[in-house]
């Protein structure tokens, strides 16, 4: 079930529109403010934000702003403003598509899904951040062009965390992602240690780590700008 962020404040139009996607299998969950968006997209994953421009607390431009910062996730921007300027403004910001009011929520849904299409169809088969490159149909990770050696686990750890740089990865999501935890019990302790071993490959100072960064009491997050290639 993919997960969407509404950021919409008029309390009717957020309803309707999660229960229309809700019944097409999304699941929607509901910011009224650019604060509380930023938060989430700060704390959570998700495979697309759904944004208004104008809310309570400012523009959603600047929202995109900061989302388009941190992550690659689809941007579709939904709003009563329709002048070219605001269209272009919102396409050039980095959103994926931009959807005038009033409109039917068939055609959201459509557009949403051929978001979705166009974002499958994309492969990426190497991760860039500042001296690692990590290269996923090879399993091979480098750091200066020199291999490192890891084990699977890592690969999905790394993969998880470079995939969604600048975003803090909770501990849950690392257990359901990483390991299998429906069927077999994993103990936080063992992501600390697998972090660790990471951090002894590609770490200048362990004790002062550049790329992988734990979030006390939430989990961790790669912390420098990682492009997809």
Not at 91 to 114: E, H, Q
Not at 160 to 174: F, G, R, S, V, Y
Not at 202 to 209: F, L, N, Q, S, V
């Amino acid at each position: 079930m993919k997960k969407i962020m509404l950021v919409e404040d008029d309390n009717s139009l957020a309803y309707g529109i999660h229960i229309a996607l809700k019944s097409n299998n999304y699941n929607v969950i509901i910011s009224k403010t650019i604060s509380d968006g930023k938060k989430m997209v700060s704390n959570e994953l998700f495979d697309l934000v759904i944004l208004d421009i104008d809310l309570p607390d400012g523009s959603g431009y600047e929202l995109c702003k900061y989302i388009r910062n941190r992550s690659d996730v689809p941007i579709i921007f939904l709003t009563g403003l329709n002048e070219e300027i605001n269209i272009v403004t919102g396409l050039d910001m980095g959103a994926d598509d931009y959807i005038t009011k009033p409109f039917k929520l068939s055609v959201l849904i459509s557009r949403m899904n051929a978001v979705f299409r166009r974002i499958d169809k994309k492969s990426y088969t190497r991760f860039i951040s500042g001296d690692i490159q990590f290269y996923l149909n090879e399993a091979r990770l480098t750091k200066n062009n020199e291999d490192i050696s890891i084990s699977i686990t890592e690969y999905k750890l790394l993969k998880l965390l470079m995939e969604n740089a600048l975003t803090i990865i909770t501990k849950e999501q690392i257990l359901s992602n990483v390991w299998d935890v429906n069927e077999n019990y994993v103990d936080e302790n063992t992501i600390a240690v697998n972090i660790k071993r990471i951090r002894s490959k590609i770490e200048e100072d362990r004790t002062k780590p550049k790329y992988i960064k734990t979030i006390r009491g939430l989990g961790y997050t790669w912390d420098l700008r990682c492009d997809k290639q």
